[in-house]
Each structure stands twice: as structure tokens, then as C-alpha cells.
């Protein structure tokens, strides 16, 4: 996501955070090499254009803030010029003042609309949200039958009606379906097109004058570029859109859909996909994007997913065994099975602040190994598990056959496990205070 952008702008501004002094002729040259970044990443070329003029503008004349550097100044008010690009505040789903919401999903074919109905369906479900799934895609062949497997993959109802030819009338059935059975989220899967034609439109604008949708939600390709933004123009033309949900972002190193829908149609980015499983779908949020383009990565979206993968109890009771010592290979195994819930790896690694100039550096990320380490600590016995110091050599030859690695793959598992314990029991006695406290008491 972003990745070439992100690269090329961690070069610009690696280039003017160490000076003392930035003179204009600089900032300058900053701001033709942000253009041309934005260029190449297919930003539209008005979009790219004003955004400069703001970058701008808003440096002419700024104060200097004692804890800042200048760069460090030009870094600032990209953020907040990027932040503004993508919309300023996170908006959230509106919701009906008496159930259910009904919300309505538009696009062409070929976006991923189906999929992302959903995973929209599964993200509300986790938030304590009742959601019913509507099949109205009576044009595409298995249309219907994909969103059923969609729904059973997420553990969500979908409501169909069998030789169905209206898909008004399935939605008018759907909500009372739903306000009959104590649904309060409906979310419409709608039928798309090819390309935008008047049929499309037609029947489109009659859905949403009849069910009064609380959202109308458009779903947009991400790695189409600048197509999906000629998409959303010309939707927004014809239909009432309040929000944009946009797929595949985690195939889109370039990010120009996503850089200029907002600002060329006037509507929030809602979600993005961000990858093919049932739960690889994020709330959108301005600021954290715009920190994961600038290469400072995503802490709060990063603590978000952690906190889906461990309960408090578990979390109380790894912190009992570090306080105690009693952190062992099976709970080494655990957390990096969290670690792979939380979604690829790169993609958890790129939301740590500073990996990305590691990765530009030639930092390689590799998500088989932490295949290979399951194998190797589920080829151990339960006592070799709980206390490694028994794994001798004839043990670690065992163990390397097991797994089919070698004797120098255990080995480097053993010293990773130990160098783990001894930096989370760190971390675990920062938390609690005491001489590692990393901040002084207020």
C-alpha cells in the first residue's frame, strides 16, 4: 500500500530533516520533487497541483516552533496537507434512529463488491451489530450463491428469494425480513455492470428513491487508479453517494485513487480492503494513512488489530509468566500465531514506525519463516516445549529432522527464543515501572 510513494518521499524528506536552515530556493525544490512523486504515484494532476499550493502557502511565512527543525517543519505540514487530501476527520457509519440501517452497496462489476458486503457484514458483526445480507445481483450469473458463501464464511444471514426478478422487491422483503427478525443492520448487495450504462443508473436510482438507504455506499478498485476515479465521478454524478469503500488497497503500491477520489468527488473514504480474507477490511482513517505514506507508520491501527487477537485474559496471563519467568516455546509459538491473525506480515511490520527506511535499507521480510518455526517447536516435546535447556544435541538433530531443517535452524530458533524473553520481560518491567519507567511520574 503506497509503497512507491512512500519510498520516494522518505528519499525527499531524508534529504532536509538534518539542516538547520531551509531557505526558499529549498523549499522549492521539496515541492517539485512532491509533485513529481505524486505524479508518478497516478494522483490526478489538479489534485497534485493544489496540493502544493496549500504545502505552499502554508509554509510562506510559518513561525518556528522551538522543538522542530525546519525539515522537520516541511514533514509537519505534508501531514497535515495529506491528512486534509484524504478527507480530515474519520467518518463512521450513520445508523437509523430506529433499525435497521439499511445500507446500500453500489459499484461496477469486478470491484469486489460482493466480498466487501461481506466483510462489511462480518466488521459490524464483531462490534456487536445483528447485520442481514441482501442478494439483489439478479443479473450476474451465481451472483446470489457467491454472497451465500460470503455470508457463511463470516457468520451472517443472507436473505434471497428464489426466481427473484425484481431486486426492489427482495430488498423491500429483505427489510421487513429483518425488522420481523430483530436485524438492525441490512447491507444491500446491488448489481453492477461492466461500465456505467443507463440501465444501470435506472435501476439503481430506483432502489435508493424506494428503501431510502442511510448509506449509500460506492465501492471502487483501488488498483484501477485514476479509472476508479473517472468511476466515482461519474456515479456521483447520477446517484447520492455518501461514502467510498475502496478494494485491493493492499495490491496498490502507487495509492492514486485513494489520493484523489476524495478531493475530486467530495465524499469520505469509509473502508479499505486490505487484503483477500474475511476480515481484512479497516475503518478508514485520514491521519493514520497519512502517517503510513510518510513512513511513520500506524501504531493505533496496529494496537487495534492486536487487541482482536488476544483477550485480556490471555493478555493478564502472558504478563503473569513473564513476571514469573515462565514464558516458555508454546508461548512463543502462541504470540506468533497471533502475530500471523493480525494479517500478512508485512503488512503488520509496515504500520511499526521506522520500518519502512529499514525496508528501503534492505531490510527483507520473509512470512515463511515463521512457518518454519512452528514446524520446528511443534517437532519438540511437551518437556522440551516448557524447558528448552534440555535440547542437547542429539535433541536438536531429532528436532531438525522433525521439521526438516537443520541443526543451525534450531539453534538460530533457541537464541531468537531467548533474545524474545529476555526483550519482552524488559518491555513487561518498563510497563510496570520501577528504574526502567520510560517516562518520569506526573
Do not use: C
Not at 19 to 44: C, F, H, P, T, Y
Amino acid at each position: 500500500m503506497f509503497e512507491s510513494l512512500q519510498t520516494r518521499l522518505g528519499e525527499i524528506f531524508k534529504k532536509v530533516t538534518g539542516r538547520g536552515v531551509l531557505r526558499q530556493e529549498d523549499v522549492d525544490a521539496i515541492l517539485r520533487e512532491v509533485r513529481l512523486a505524486l505524479l508518478e504515484a497516478d494522483v490526478n494532476f489538479k489534485v497534485v497541483r493544489e496540493f502544493v499550493d496549500r504545502i505552499r502557502q502554508a509554509a510562506t511565512g510559518q513561525e518556528v516552533w522551538k522543538h522542530l527543525s525546519p525539515g522537520q517543519q516541511v514533514v509537519k505540514i505534508v501531514h497535515e496537507q495529506l491528512t486534509a487530501l484524504l478527507g480530515g476527520q474519520p467518518r463512521q457509519l450513520r445508523t437509523a434512529p430506529h433499525p435497521p440501517s439499511i445500507y446500500l452497496l453500489i459499484g461496477l462489476n469486478g470491484v469486489g463488491k460482493t466480498t466487501t458486503a461481506g466483510k462489511l457484514a462480518g466488521w459490524l458483526r464483531k462490534r456487536g451489530k445483528a447485520p442481514l445480507l441482501v442478494a439483489t445481483d439478479l443479473q450476474r450469473p451465481a451472483a446470489v450463491q457467491q454472497l451465500q458463501i460470503v455470508g457463511k464464511q463470516v457468520g451472517v444471514p443472507v436473505f434471497a428469494l428464489a426466481d427473484a426478478t425484481s431486486p426492489i422487491a427482495v430488498a423491500r422483503a429483505a427489510v421487513d425480513r429483518a425488522t420481523v427478525e430483530g436485524h438492525d443492520v441490512v447491507i444491500i448487495d446491488s448489481a453492477g455492470r461492466q461500465h456505467i450504462d443507463d440501465a444501470l443508473m435506472g435501476e439503481l436510482s430506483q432502489m435508493s428513491e424506494t428503501l431510502q438507504p442511510h448509506e449509500t455506499v460506492l465501492v471502487l478498485d483501488a488498483m484501477a487508479g485514476q479509472d476508479a476515479v473517472k468511476s466515482a465521478e461519474q456515479f456521483a454524478a447520477r446517484l447520492p453517494i455518501d461514502g467510498l469503500i475502496l478494494t485491493k488497497m493492499d495490491g496498490d503500491a502507487r495509492g492514486g485513487a485513494a489520493l484523489s477520489v476524495v478531493a475530486t468527488i467530495g465524499k469520505p473514504i469509509l473502508f479499505v480492503g486490505v487484503g483477500e480474507r474475511a476480515d481484512a477490511l479497516e475503518a478508514f482513517h485520514p491521519d493514520r494513512m497519512a502517517s503510513r505514506i510518510l513512513g511513520m507508520g500506524d501504531v493505533l491501527t496496529l494496537i487495534e488489530r492486536a487487541e482482536q487477537t488476544m483477550t485480556a485474559q490471555a493478555a493478564a496471563e502472558l504478563e503473569r509468566k513473564l513476571r514469573k519467568h515462565q514464558f516458555t516455546l508454546e508461548d512463543f509459538l502462541g504470540q506468533l500465531q497471533q502475530v500471523r491473525q493480525m494479517g500478512p506480515l508485512d503488512q503488520v511490520l509496515e504500520m511499526i514506525p521506522g520500518f519502512s527506511r529499514a525496508k528501503a535499507a534492505g531490510l527483507t521480510v520473509d512470512e515463511k519463516q515463521l512457518g518454519r518455526i512452528e514446524a520446528m517447536i511443534r517437532s519438540m516435546t511437551p518437556q522440551e516445549r516448557a524447558n528448552p535447556a534440555v535440547i542437547d544435541g542429539s535433541r536438536r538433530r531429532r528436532i531438525a529432522g522433525g521439521s526438516g531443517m537443520t541443526v543451525q535452524d534450531v539453534n538460530r530458533l533457541l537464541k531468537q527464543f531467548d533474545e524474545a524473553k529476555r526483550l519482552m520481560r524488559h518491555m513487561e518491567e518498563r510497563g510496570r515501572g520501577g528504574r526502567g519507567m520510560p517516562f518520569p511520574p506526573r
